[in-house]
């Protein structure tokens, strides 16, 4: 990595990730590409918030249900077809450019920070 890309940590702090947990999960069939429709709560602080996640190759709504993820907090909500998305689910493209979703490696509580 070039020192062109490099951030500071308050550039890092700016990004608000949290841990949550999917609370309801449905297929998104309006989506362009194959998606599904994710309602995860953060916690009283912020509580529960929807996303539009194209992770459909590892993942079905059902499965997802009860899930720990991480997710951006901060971006302004978008609108993705007839669905309002107000987070951003974080995950990892895994060898065919399949979503493989980020996790927290034991448990925290819904809202954690990444820091």
């Given amino acids: 990595m070039g020192d062109d890309n490099r951030i500071t940590f308050d550039d ?3 990004v608000d990730i949290r ?3 999917v609370v309801d999960a449905r297929p998104f069939p309006e989506a362009r590409k194959p998606a599904i429709k994710l309602w995860v709560d953060f916690g009283p602080g ?3 918030k929807k ?3 194209q992770i459909t190759a590892h993942y ?3 499965g997802l249900i009860g899930r720990k993820v991480m997710a951006v907090v901060n971006f302004p909500p978008r609108q993705i077809g007839p669905f309002m998305s107000e987070i951003l689910v ?3 493209a895994d060898e065919d450019s399949a979503i493989v979703l980020a996790a ?3 448990d925290v509580p819904d ?3 990444l820091c």
Avoid: Q
């Fill in 12 to 14: 890092f702090m700016k």
């Fill in 19 to 21: 841990a949550g947990t």
């Fill in 46 to 48: 912020i509580g529960v």
């Fill in 51 to 53: 996303s539009s996640a």
């Fill in 60 to 62: 079905t709504p059902e």
């Fill in 90 to 92: 974080l995950g990892f």
């Fill in 104 to 106: 927290p490696d034991g």
């Fill in 111 to 113: 809202g954690a920070r």
